[in-house]
């Protein structure tokens, strides 16, 4: 069975840094794009970072991608997103999620978390001022 399961997270002030992990079972991550979504309280689902762990090619959302790293440990099957300088608006329940197709396609898609198929359960990063 697939599964992706998210952790790592925690309650830290702002400025600090989070590293969380997706470890996952049951697909190779050959043709497969990874995602980090977060969802705030309040908001909806958005996603902050991507990549295809067979090439490395990652993409990320505009407002985080100084402070966001995505990155992947293939041998391990799993995959990162390193957090720096947090921020109160980052708070928020953080999903990993798997999709079979290119990385190109989420670049073209206006609403990137539908395209993705399996979602692990989440981890809970609170940010306080």
């Known amino acids: 069975d697939v599964q992706l399961q998210a952790s790592g997270g925690g309650s830290v002030h702002a400025g600090g840094s989070l590293r969380l992990s997706c470890a996952t079972s049951g697909f190779t991550f050959d043709g497969y794009t990874i995602g980090w979504f977060r969802r705030a309280p309040g908001k909806g689902r958005e996603g902050v970072a991507y990549i295809s762990p067979s090439d490395g090619d990652t993409l990320y959302l505009d407002s985080v991608k100084d402070r966001f790293t995505i990155s992947s440990d293939n041998a391990k099957n799993t995959v990162w997103l390193q957090i720096h300088s947090l921020k109160p608006e980052d708070t928020a329940i953080y999903y990993c999620?798997?999709?079979?197709?290119?990385?190109?396609?989420?670049?073209?898609?206006?609403?990137?978390?539908?395209?993705?198929?399996?979602w692990g359960q989440g981890t809970l990063v609170t940010v306080s001022s």
């Open positions: 999620a798997n999709g079979k197709f290119p990385l190109n396609v989420v670049k073209m898609s206006p609403s990137p978390p539908g395209l993705f198929n399996f």
